[in-house]
């Protein structure tokens, strides 16, 4: 299983970006879909997830009403939409897929098995 996240860049705050991850290797629409992320320093964190069908996301407060993820299971892929950025938002940003088919939104990094190489993501004040 492969996943491939690209879209990340420099970014004024207040500014927005779309990072996208393309998953081959595995049926991509019985599987939830998750981003984290994990700035210099610390540890990673969950940022937002999407069930399997779609039907069902969580985020992290830290990013509600300003991130939405999304996903098109024609495509394999999964996007998050990243509106309002500001600082604290500069991290590397990871797609991962879960390791259960079928199951509800995962917000613990423990419940992905599959993890893409990461995307910078760098917001300038």
């Known amino acids: 299983v492969q996943l491939q996240a690209s879209g990340g860049g420099l970014v004024q705050a207040g500014g927005s970006l779309t990072l996208s991850c393309v998953v081959s290797g595995r049926t991509f629409s019985v599987y939830g879909m998750g981003w984290f992320r994990q700035a210099p320093g610390n540890e990673r964190e969950f940022v937002a997830a999407?069930?399997?069908?779609?039907?069902?996301?969580d985020y992290a407060d830290s990013v509600k009403g300003r991130f939405t993820i999304s996903r098109d299971n024609s495509k394999n892929t999964v996007s998050l939409q990243m509106n309002s950025l500001k600082p604290d938002d500069t991290a590397v940003y990871y797609c991962?897929?879960?390791?259960?088919?079928?199951?509800?939104?995962?917000?613990?990094?423990?419940?992905?098995?599959?993890w893409g190489q990461g995307t910078q993501v760098t917001v300038s004040s």
């Open positions: 991962a897929q879960r390791s259960r088919a079928f199951g509800d939104v995962g917000t613990s990094e423990y419940a992905y098995e599959y």
């Open positions: 999407i069930n399997w069908g779609g039907g069902s996301t």
